[in-house]
């Protein structure tokens, strides 16, 4: 089995996996809003490495330069959604998501 | 000098630019300018309709038909119909009597609606009934016909609901175009017929293919639907009862379209179908029969009536009936020659009962009239003399045309004859009646109605002198030939049913024994006269006022037979009930029940899924996810 840089195909999937289900599962159950962003910024993560890994594995360039677009949008993401919380924040005086349930119609 | 067809489709126009040009600036035109306008667009096509008619007596006998298209109007398919006029001996007679009687009472209009808010409108709908009327006889197709058979039909409604702030006038429109609309249904099932079985529906075509053809069912079928359309237009039983409650439009209304024309077309649809009636005995039977009955039925009922213009609706639903006699005998030229002399003396009587109606400030019982000869000297003479037309004395128009009926009644047996003999002596006798118990005797008008009882302006009177003078010379159009000489109208009218003579038996009477008819048809006239006289004049008998103290058979009468009691009970009643039925349960309980019940389904499952929405991000999440993991695992092990 090929390996990438001495590492098994298979460990890349289940770190990403398990990355993944460890952003999902901070954006289900946290409420501090703060923290949800962040476990996004992993999912994210976890996509990229799997995307790397499977560039690398199957010699293909095309999935970095996925990576690259995926981090240059998380980088504006990342100002927009700062952004919204600073405002959430100074309107709120707290950063607990279900405050927001307050939007709703 | 125009071309002849040029002048065709001039016939009409002017009558629809008339009414155009009224209708679109009703309220900007003057009186004064509308009744020229209208007046003069009819006057125009008379004259038009003059040249066209003497053009035509230029011609062979043979030649008689000329035929102009406009323009294609509907091709499709195997279907076409064309915009194309048709003018030979019977349609030049009908556009003479139309544009002609037309004329004279859009004058008689000009001083009877001359006070009335509605005179523009009035004058606008008058034109464009003669347009519709020109359409219908001039047309050369079955469907062109149709068009104009409705548009009478609508005319006919518009002015009978002339004065629709009036409950029962709008009751009486609707009643009138109810009853056309069921006998229009007869008459475009067989148009439709026609089609199917010739695949044409021009005159030329059809006609010369059933007589090519000869008898077969369809044609019987088709000819008696035909017939079921002119029982409706032609107020004939069944289809009568629309008729007398007409009356409720404006008088000069019921002159023009009620007496003279419009009622008229379905002696003239079944003059123009003749040969498909001649080769189908059945429906000349049911014809004969029907009109005879109407004849009949009709002139008893008018002898009760107590409403001048309504005594004069029932005879002209008898004289209908004796028309549809002549046709169903086969004898074709007479039926027209009744309904010319009958355009003209019946017109004239209409309009002599609207100067008397309009002398006496509306009213129209008989019973407060009497001793009007006195106050309306001009409009007695003439009344007197529609009636000696109508009632048959030489030389008046009726005498000869309706002495006609009567010697081809009599060719065909002696029932019929005697059929007709009553329904004539019953005219005369209702005839007379009116006549006395309207102009002689004391005055029974109230005293301030009396005080301004006056002679109509020249306006009306004029255009009565004229009928006048028509009912006079009228029945010399149709001069027996048992006088000597040849019977002219006849010989005009022969092209148009010559072929249909070729397969009907030849009759003739002798001369003696139609002189004797004559002979006693007259002495028997008299008789009638005299018993009318010693009636209504010397023992003063006024119809009782009140209902209790007549005997059962005039309260019959009086009340028409109880006809529109049994129609609302057996027809009308059912219908209602069958309406009140499906609104309650159809509607009701099906069609809005499942509408209802879909819309609360709907707001119902609503109440339970909007608590979905709650806001929560998290829950909305987490139902995401459980979503994406549902899918994706369902990809896995599909």
Same mark, same amino acid.
């Given at each position: 089995?090929?390996?990438?840089?001495?590492?098994?195909?298979?460990?890349?999937?289940?770190?990403?996996?398990?990355?993944?289900?460890?952003?999902?599962?901070?954006?289900?159950?946290?409420?501090?809003?703060?923290?949800?962003?962040?476990?996004?910024?992993?999912?994210?993560?976890?996509?990229?490495?799997?995307?790397?890994?499977?560039?690398?594995?199957?010699?293909?360039?095309?999935?970095?330069?996925?990576?690259?677009?995926?981090?240059?949008?998380?980088?504006?993401?990342?100002?927009?959604?700062?952004?919204?919380?600073?405002?959430?924040?100074?309107?709120?005086?707290?950063?607990?998501?279900?405050?927001?349930?307050?939007?709703?119609? | 000098?125009?071309?002849?067809?040029?002048?065709?489709?001039?016939?009409?126009?002017?009558?629809?630019?008339?009414?155009?040009?009224?209708?679109?600036?009703?309220?900007?035109?003057?009186?004064?300018?509308?009744?020229?306008?209208?007046?003069?667009?009819?006057?125009?096509?008379?004259?038009?309709?003059?040249?066209?008619?003497?053009?035509?007596?230029?011609?062979?006998?043979?030649?008689?038909?000329?035929?102009?298209?406009?323009?294609? #109007?509907?091709?499709?398919?195997?279907?076409?119909?064309?915009?194309?006029?048709?003018?030979?001996?019977?349609?030049?007679?009908?556009?003479?009597?139309?544009?002609?009687?037309?004329?004279?009472?859009?004058?008689?209009?000009?001083?009877?609606?001359?006070?009335?808010?509605?005179?523009?409108?009035?004058?606008?709908?008058?034109?464009?009934?003669?347009?519709?009327?020109?359409?219908?006889?001039?047309?050369?197709?079955?469907?062109?016909?149709?068009?104009? #058979?409705?548009?009478?039909?609508?005319?006919?409604?518009?002015?009978?609901?002339? #004065?629709?702030?009036?409950?029962?006038?709008?009751?009486?429109?609707?009643?009138?175009?109810?009853?056309?609309?069921?006998?229009?249904?007869?008459?475009?099932?067989?148009?439709?017929?026609?089609?199917?079985?010739?695949?044409?529906?021009?005159?030329?075509?059809?006609?010369?293919?059933?007589?090519?053809?000869?008898?077969?069912?369809?044609?019987?079928?088709?000819?008696?639907?035909?017939?079921?359309?002119?029982?409706?237009?032609?107020?004939?039983?069944?289809?009568?009862? #629309?008729?007398?409650?007409?009356?409720?439009?404006?008088?000069?209304?019921?002159?023009?379209?009620?007496?003279?024309?419009?009622?008229?077309?379905?002696?003239?649809?079944?003059?123009?179908?003749?040969?498909?009636?001649?080769?189908?005995?059945?429906?000349?039977?049911?014809?004969?029969?029907?009109?005879?009955?109407?004849?009949?039925?009709?002139?008893?009922?008018?002898?009760?009536?107590?409403?001048?213009?309504?005594?004069?609706?029932?005879?002209?639903?008898?004289?209908?009936?004796?028309?549809?006699?002549?046709?169903?005998?086969?004898?074709?030229?007479?039926?027209?020659?009744?309904?010319?002399?009958?355009?003209?003396?019946?017109?004239?009587?209409?309009?002599?009962?609207?100067?008397?109606?309009?002398?006496?400030?509306?009213?129209?019982?008989?019973?407060?009239?009497?001793?009007?000869?006195?106050?309306?000297?001009?409009?007695?003479?003439?009344?007197?003399?529609?009636?000696?037309?109508?009632?048959?004395?030489?030389?008046?128009?009726?005498?000869?045309?309706?002495?006609?009926?009567?010697?081809?009644?009599?060719?065909?047996?002696?029932?019929?004859?005697?059929?007709?003999?009553?329904?004539?002596?019953?005219?005369?006798?209702?005839?007379?009646?009116?006549?006395?118990?309207?102009?002689?005797?004391?005055?029974?008008?109230?005293?301030?109605?009396?005080?301004?009882?006056?002679?109509?302006?020249?306006?009306?009177?004029?255009?009565?002198?004229?009928?006048?003078?028509?009912?006079?010379?009228?029945?010399?159009?149709?001069?027996?030939?048992?006088?000597?000489?040849?019977?002219?109208?006849?010989?005009?009218?022969?092209?148009?049913?010559?072929?249909?003579?070729?397969?009907?038996?030849?009759?003739?009477?002798?001369?003696?024994?139609?002189?004797?008819?004559?002979?006693?048809?007259?002495?028997?006239?008299?008789?009638?006269?005299?018993?009318?006289?010693?009636?209504?004049?010397?023992?003063?008998?006024?119809?009782?006022?009140?209902?209790?103290?007549?005997?059962?058979?005039?309260?019959?009468?009086?009340?028409?037979?109880?006809?529109?009691?049994?129609?609302?009970?057996?027809?009308?009643?059912?219908?209602?009930?069958?309406?009140?039925?499906?609104?309650?349960?159809?509607?009701?309980?099906?069609?809005?029940?499942?509408?209802?019940?879909?819309?609360?389904?709907?707001?119902?499952?609503?109440?339970?899924?909007?608590?979905?929405?709650?806001?929560?991000?998290?829950?909305?999440?987490?139902?995401?996810?459980?979503?994406?993991?549902?899918?994706?695992?369902?990809?896995?092990?599909?």
């Amino acid at each position: 089995m090929k390996t990438l840089q001495g590492i098994p195909l298979d460990y890349y999937l289940w770190l990403s996996a398990a990355l993944f289900t460890i952003g999902v599962l901070g954006v289900l159950f946290r409420r501090n809003a703060i923290v949800i962003f962040m476990c996004i910024e992993l999912m994210l993560n976890a996509v990229n490495l799997l995307l790397v890994a499977f560039s690398n594995y199957y010699s293909d360039a095309s999935g970095q330069v996925f990576v690259f677009f995926i981090m240059a949008v998380a980088a504006a993401e990342v100002a927009v959604g700062l952004a919204i919380l600073m405002l959430m924040y100074r309107n709120t005086k707290t950063t607990d998501i279900n405050i927001l349930n307050r939007l709703k119609w | 000098m125009v071309s002849t067809s040029t002048l065709i489709s001039l016939v009409p126009l002017f009558p629809l630019l008339g009414f155009l040009l009224i209708a679109l600036n009703a309220n900007r035109l003057s009186k004064g300018v509308t009744a020229v306008v209208a007046s003069g667009s009819v006057l125009i096509s008379f004259v038009i309709s003059m040249i066209l008619f003497f053009n035509l007596l230029s011609l062979a006998p043979e030649q008689r038909s000329l035929q102009v298209e406009l323009f294609n #109007w509907i091709a499709t398919g195997k279907f076409s119909a064309s915009i194309s006029f048709l003018i030979d001996p019977l349609s030049s007679l009908m556009l003479l009597i139309i544009t002609g009687v037309g004329f004279l009472i859009h004058v008689y209009s000009i001083g009877y609606m001359h006070d009335d808010e509605g005179h523009n409108r009035f004058f606008s709908y008058l034109n464009l009934f003669v347009f519709f009327m020109l359409l219908l006889v001039m047309g050369s197709n079955y469907l062109l016909m149709f068009v104009g #058979w409705e548009g009478v039909g609508l005319c006919s409604y518009l002015l009978i609901g002339f #004065w629709f702030k009036n409950n029962d006038y709008t009751a009486a429109a609707n009643k009138a175009f109810i009853m056309n609309r069921i006998g229009d249904l007869g008459l475009i099932v067989a148009v439709i017929l026609i089609f199917v079985q010739f695949g044409s529906i021009e005159y030329s075509n059809v006609l010369s293919a059933a007589a090519a053809g000869g008898g077969s069912e369809i044609l019987t079928l088709i000819t008696i639907l035909l017939f079921v359309g002119a029982m409706g237009k032609s107020a004939q039983i069944p289809l009568y009862t #629309w008729l007398p409650d007409a009356m409720a439009g404006p008088t000069p209304v019921s002159a023009l379209i009620h007496a003279a024309t419009m009622v008229t077309a379905g002696i003239y649809m079944v003059v123009r179908n003749n040969i498909l009636y001649t080769l189908s005995p059945t429906s000349m039977g049911l014809i004969l029969l029907v009109g005879i009955i109407t004849a009949l039925f009709a002139a008893s009922i008018a002898l009760a009536q107590t409403d001048i213009k309504k005594v004069l609706a029932y005879s002209t639903v008898s004289q209908l009936g004796l028309m549809f006699v002549a046709l169903g005998l086969g004898a074709y030229t007479t039926g027209i020659f009744h309904m010319a002399t009958h355009a003209s003396f019946k017109a004239l009587l209409f309009l002599a009962a609207g100067s008397v109606i309009h002398g006496l400030q509306g009213e129209q019982d008989i019973r407060q009239m009497g001793g009007l000869r006195k106050y309306l000297p001009i409009t007695f003479a003439v009344f007197v003399i529609g009636v000696l037309a109508i009632s048959g004395i030489p030389p008046f128009a009726g005498f000869f045309s309706k002495d006609e009926i009567l010697a081809k009644a009599y060719e065909h047996g002696m029932v019929i004859w005697a059929f007709a003999l009553l329904t004539s002596l019953l005219t005369v006798f209702y005839m007379f009646r009116l006549l006395f118990l309207t102009f002689f005797g004391q005055p029974r008008a109230k005293a301030d109605v009396l005080s301004h009882a006056h002679e109509s302006p020249p306006s009306m009177t004029i255009p009565l002198m004229a009928l006048a003078l028509l009912s006079i010379i009228g029945g010399f159009m149709g001069f027996p030939e048992v006088f000597g000489g040849t019977n002219p109208l006849a010989g005009f009218l022969e092209p148009l049913v010559a072929t249909s003579n070729t397969h009907l038996a030849e009759h003739s009477l002798s001369h003696n024994t139609e002189l004797t008819l004559m002979a006693v048809v007259v002495a028997l006239t008299i008789v009638v006269i005299i018993a009318a006289y010693i009636r209504y004049v010397s023992r003063k008998h006024v119809p009782a006022a009140n209902e209790r103290n007549v005997s059962a058979l005039q309260r019959t009468i009086l009340h028409k037979y109880y006809i529109d009691e049994l129609y609302e009970a057996i027809i009308a009643k059912p219908l209602f009930a069958m309406g009140e039925f499906l609104q309650q349960f159809m509607e009701r309980l099906g069609i809005d029940g499942l509408v209802n019940a879909s819309g609360n389904g709907v707001v119902g499952a609503s109440r339970y899924a909007r608590l979905l929405q709650s806001g929560n991000i998290g829950v909305y999440i987490f139902i995401m996810v459980i979503g994406i993991v549902l899918i994706l695992s369902a990809n896995l092990f599909l």
